[in-house]
């Protein structure tokens, strides 16, 4: 049976949003989006009903929430030379809206927070992360991740509250990790001291995954790890685009030491260039770790969550993707 309730998609024309948005509207749910006047909707599809604003502007959210009885947060910054503004969007965004459902939503069936392991940190000895462990996390980022799921949690007792913490995602639209694709394109890859291990998820599957936890009675009020049930070596991961791309690269060494004096001077010549991107030193501080792997029990456990896309398929459509837009 069709349910054509509406619900609210933050973040729906960036890449988790716009497969959620492509997974919801394939049910048959109604779908509106709260979007930017500047955002690029490229990726969203026919048939969203959309509503212009910011989730910084609590003004513009009683309209986004009228009539909706499920909200998927997804929106969240992860690029900015200002720290402060992480906290802003990712810690005060997420308690504006929450606030704006409390007077404009107030039966609302469900709130979803899509956070993300960063908030929760590397784990020690490749010992995988529960969602009970006391969060670590080491960049600004995973920071005000972490800030945006405790305002959320405070949030409990009075609206259905669900997190979920994807790990790194991929797949079709995906930016960060194609920097990777272009290196092995262009016939090298880079090579670390110590093998580093990584939960990784297929955009496809995390969507679902997402949706179930939306579906499900047990997630009230609880987080989870949304993330394939093994890890991936960056050489597996390598080796996967290597073999997609139909390339043998050139492993090029990059010491640690090197990377640590990257963001400094990188940070201070690209925002000089106008160049938007999230600083360079921040990503490193969640490079250095060896592993960043979730254990993902307790969403099988209580809403039957597993992967069913493997690592070499996933990236093959990915590659695919990437070649049908023109961009390897």
């Known amino acids: 049976m069709v349910d054509e309730r509406m619900v609210l998609v933050t973040g729906a024309n960036g890449f988790v949003g716009s497969h959620l948005v492509d997974r919801l509207l394939a049910s048959g749910r109604r779908v509106r989006a709260l979007v930017r006047r500047s955002s690029?909707?490229?990726?969203?599809?026919?048939?969203v009903e959309f509503v212009r604003g910011d989730i910084t502007d609590p003004h513009c959210l009683p309209a986004a929430l009228e009539g909706v009885f499920a909200v998927y947060h997804v929106a969240g910054?992860?690029?900015s030379h200002r720290n402060a503004s992480y906290f802003e969007v990712?810690?005060?965004?997420t308690g504006n809206l929450l606030r704006a459902c409390l007077k404009s939503a107030p039966d609302l069936d469900r709130f979803v927070l899509v956070s993300s392991l960063a908030a929760a940190g590397p784990s020690r000895e490749g010992v995988p992360v529960k969602e009970t462990d006391r969060p670590r996390p080491v960049s600004v980022y995973g920071r005000s991740k972490l800030a945006g799921e405790r305002v959320a949690l405070a949030f409990r007792d009075h609206l259905p509250v669900t997190i979920v913490r994807p790990p790194i995602v991929y797949g079709p639209r995906e930016a960060d990790l194609?920097?990777?694709?272009e290196m092995i394109e262009s016939g090298f890859a880079p090579v670390f001291p110590k093998q580093k291990f990584y939960s990784m998820v297929h955009v496809s599957d995390l969507v679902a995954g997402i949706e179930m936890a939306r579906e499900s009675e047990a997630t009230v009020g609880r987080t989870y790890h949304l993330a394939s049930a093994s890890a991936a070596s960056l050489d597996g991961l390598f080796g996967a685009i290597s073999r997609?791309?139909?390339?043998t690269p050139r492993r090029i060494p990059v010491p640690?030491?090197?990377?640590?004096?990257?963001?400094?001077?990188?940070?201070?010549v690209l925002p000089a260039l106008g160049v938007r991107t999230r600083p360079v030193a921040d990503k490193v501080r969640e490079m250095l770790p060896d592993y960043w792997v979730a254990?993902?029990?307790?969403a099988h456990r209580d809403f039957g969550f597993r992967t069913r896309v493997s690592l070499e398929d996933g990236i093959r459509d990915t590659v695919r993707s990437y070649r049908s837009e023109g961009r390897l």
Request: hydrophobic fraction near 45%; avoid cysteine; proline fraction near 5%.
């Open 40 to 47: 690029d909707l490229k990726y969203v599809a026919y048939g």
């Open 77 to 79: 910054l992860v690029a």
């Open 90 to 93: 990712n810690e005060g965004g």
């Open 178 to 181: 194609f920097t990777f694709f």
């Open 244 to 247: 997609a791309l139909g390339k």
């Open 256 to 268: 640690e030491p090197v990377l640590r004096l990257l963001g400094g001077p990188v940070d201070t």
């Open 295 to 298: 254990d993902t029990a307790a």
